[in-house]
């Protein structure tokens, strides 16, 4: 079993930045791509970064990238949400996921673990 905890959430204005984290623990790290969705109140939700196993590749949507950074430490069991040049239309509830069986794909029924969530709220 995998358990996956985020942290970092919290009130930023917009403009500033956030860093989220995603601890993993129960199995190798290593092991499973890793991705970060979020979900507005009201909304679907949304895929907002995924990366490999390696890190060696990232992919975005467009209403994200240049903004936010994906990225992870193998040997900290650790994954990173870097999120800058927040908008009010960021705030949500961000979760990470893991998936053992792809990389890093965008399709959030392809991961098979996920986290409680963080709220990120971004005031004017």
């Known amino acids: 079993q995998v358990h996956l905890v985020e942290s970092g959430g919290g009130l930023v204005q917009a403009g500033g930045s956030l860093m989220l984290s995603c601890a993993v623990s129960?199995?190798?790290?290593?092991?499973?791509?890793m991705g970060w969705f979020r979900q507005a109140p009201g909304k679907e939700r949304e895929f907002v970064a995924a990366i490999s196993r390696s890190g060696g590749s990232r992919t975005y949507p467009e209403s994200v990238k240049g903004r936010f950074t994906i990225s992870r430490d193998n040997a900290k069991n650790t994954g990173y949400l870097q999120m800058s040049s927040l908008k009010i239309e960021d705030t949500a509830v961000y979760y990470c996921a893991a998936s053992d069986k792809y990389s890093h794909t965008r399709i959030s029924t392809d991961y098979n673990y996920w986290g409680q969530g963080t709220q990120v709220t971004v005031s004017a």
């Open positions: 129960g199995r190798t790290f290593s092991s499973y791509a």
